[in-house]
T-cell receptor, first 115, second 113 residues
Framework: KAGVTQTPRYLIKTRGQQVTLSCSPI?????VSWYQQTPGQGLQFLFE???????NKGNFPGRFSGRQFSNSRSEMNVSTLELGDSALYLC??????????????FGPGTRLTVL | KNQVEQSPQSLIILEGKNCTLQ??????????LRWYKQDTGRGPVSLTI?????NTKSNGRYTATLDADTKQSSLHITASQLSDSASYIC????????????FGSGTRLQVQP
């Protein structure tokens, strides 16, 4: 079974631009979560989607948004990029049945650099 | 405020030696605690997950313990290998009915030959 895939793997943008990242979950998984990882802040939760609905959201500004399609694939969008948005963006998928022990499987991440 | 603190921040050990990583949390109400291993440039991989009623769980050479009373967890690595060099992240989930995760900042482990 194929793992979680994220595209692109690397991205360079300039301040003020917007970016869209894509995540394809493991087949059969209905939950997709997004995380931002930086050396200073570590891993931080952005949001979770389940069955095309945002089920949970972290403490990030409205410039960060996402969506999920009927095939469970998800996209994350960041508008008006700032230097501080440079980070590794990780996507994780799970069955999403709502069980607290539902195991998440992470993708390799997208490395975003904002110049 | 929910917090997860890990120690040490970094650790260097020789191949074949054992080591123990610590995780203290203040997340409430507690649901479960997970340990992840993250190799450089890759996404985290789940090692163990423990709920309130579990106090130890093993995954090969990795053994996690949980003391829900003192809100402490440890990850013990036995007979370390060079491939154990990675960051180990402790993640605690709150029982809010929705996914509410608090991440530790991780312990960077380096295993030297």
């Amino acid at each position: 079974k194929a793992g979680v895939t994220q595209t692109p793997r690397y991205l360079i943008k300039t301040r003020g631009q917007q970016v869209t990242l894509s995540c394809s979950p493991i087949s059969g998984h209905r939950s997709v979560s997004w995380y931002q990882q930086t050396p200073g802040q570590g891993l931080q939760f952005l949001f979770e989607y389940f069955s095309e609905t945002q089920r949970n959201k972290g403490n990030f500004p409205g410039r960060f948004s996402g969506r999920q399609f009927s095939n469970s694939r998800s996209e994350m969008n960041v508008s008006t990029l700032e230097l501080g948005d440079s980070a590794l963006y990780l996507c994780a998928s799970s069955l999403g049945a709502g069980e607290s022990t539902d195991t998440q499987y992470f993708g390799p991440g997208t490395r975003l650099t904002v110049l | 405020k929910n917090q997860v603190e890990q120690s040490p921040q970094s650790l260097i050990i020789l191949e074949g030696k054992n080591c123990t990583l610590q995780c203290n949390y203040t997340v409430s109400p507690f649901s479960n605690l997970r340990w992840y291993k993250q190799d450089t440039g890759r996404g985290p991989v789940s090692l163990t997950i423990m709920t309130f009623s579990e106090n130890t769980k093993s995954n090969g050479r990795y053994t996690a313990t949980l003391d829900a009373d003192t809100k402490q967890s440890s990850l013990h690595i036995t007979a370390s290998q060079l491939s154990d060099s990675a960051s180990y992240i402790c993640v605690v989930s709150a029982l809010t009915g929705r996914r509410a995760l608090t991440f530790g900042s991780g312990t960077r482990l380096q295993v030297q030959p």
